[in-house]
């Protein structure tokens, strides 16, 4: 069965660092999200993507974050200047065509900013 | 997007059926129902969905009423490893890129 990778499984990165959280979405999927969730709460979304360009962000998707699909099966997320309350499980996700109800996650990337 | 109402947790014994009712009173004419499951430490799930009767696979089904205000999740003879949170979702089924917007979901502790 397909299914959603992400790498790193586990980050650990100083505050004010630069980090990119790699996914690689089902192969013949078209649209791509990244969501989070800080320990204990809910899972947020932050921002959708689809025929290369943002469909959609959340208000925590801020000039800090980008995403970027930089090949064929590659989507990336990254925090430019991470800060200490962006410490969550960060999970990629992707959907087909007109099925964006049926997302398939990804294992998630722990991101612990220190 | 429809508001949902789903009890914060439930405890089962192993073996046993477990329901779990949503309510979803302001939900459209073209919305469906989906649930999401999603273990400790790992991304959410998508179990099932429906948009009205009775839909069922082989994990779980769901019974949605005609007036469709409200579905049941029901999970029959659970075990251990279904211990987890189920998250009940309204929306359009295929309204393009809109995100899932996850409540806080029904914390299921299976207990042997």
């Given amino acids: 069965e397909p299914?959603?990778?992400?790498?790193?499984?586990?980050?650990?990165?100083?505050?004010?660092?630069?980090v990119i959280l790699r996914c690689v979405p089902i192969s013949n999927h078209l649209y791509?999200?990244?969501?989070?969730?800080?320990?204990?709460?809910?899972?947020?979304?932050?921002?959708?993507?689809?025929?290369?360009?943002?469909?959609?962000?959340?208000?925590?998707?801020?000039?800090?974050?980008?995403?970027?699909?930089?090949?064929?099966?590659?989507f990336t997320l990254k925090i430019r200047s991470?800060?200490?309350?962006?410490?969550?499980?960060?999970?990629?996700a992707s959907s087909s065509e007109g099925l964006h109800y049926e997302q398939y996650f990804g294992p998630g990337t722990r991101l612990t900013v220190t | 997007l429809a508001k949902t109402t789903q009890p914060i947790s439930m405890d089962s014994y192993e073996g046993q059926e477990v329901n779990?009712?949503?309510?979803?009173?302001?939900?459209?004419?073209n919305d469906y129902?989906?649930?999401y499951?999603?273990?400790?430490?790992q991304g959410p799930r998508f179990i099932i969905q429906g948009y009205k009767t009775k839909v069922?696979?082989?994990?779980?089904?769901?019974?949605?009423?005609?007036?469709?205000?409200?579905?049941?999740?029901?999970l029959p003879r659970v075990s251990l490893s279904d211990t987890a949170v189920y998250y009940c979702l309204v929306g359009l089924r295929n309204s393009g890129n809109t995100?899932?917007?996850?409540?806080?979901g029904t914390r299921l502790s299976v207990i042997a």
């Avoid at chain 1, 299914?3 to 630069?18: D, F, I, L, N």
């Avoid at chain 1, 959340?58 to 000039?63: G, L, T």
């Avoid at chain 2, 779990?20 to 004419?29: E, L, Y």
Wanted: aromatic share 14%.
């Fill in chain 1, 3 to 18: 299914e959603v990778t992400q790498t790193p499984s586990h980050q650990v990165t100083q505050m004010g660092q630069e």
């Fill in chain 1, 32 to 74: 791509f999200y990244w969501y989070r969730q800080i320990l204990g709460q809910k899972v947020e979304f932050l921002v959708s993507f689809y025929n290369n360009e943002i469909s959609e962000k959340s208000e925590i998707f801020d000039d800090q974050f980008s995403v970027e699909r930089p090949d064929g099966s590659n």
């Fill in chain 1, 82 to 92: 991470t800060k200490l309350e962006d410490s969550a499980m960060y999970f990629c």
């Fill in chain 2, 20 to 29: 779990i009712t949503c309510s979803h009173n302001n939900i459209a004419t």
């Fill in chain 2, 33 to 35: 129902i989906t649930w």
């Fill in chain 2, 37 to 41: 499951q999603q273990f400790p430490s």
């Fill in chain 2, 56 to 74: 069922t696979n082989e994990v779980a089904s769901l019974f949605i009423p005609a007036d469709r205000k409200s579905s049941t999740l029901s």
């Fill in chain 2, 99 to 104: 995100p899932l917007v996850f409540g806080k």
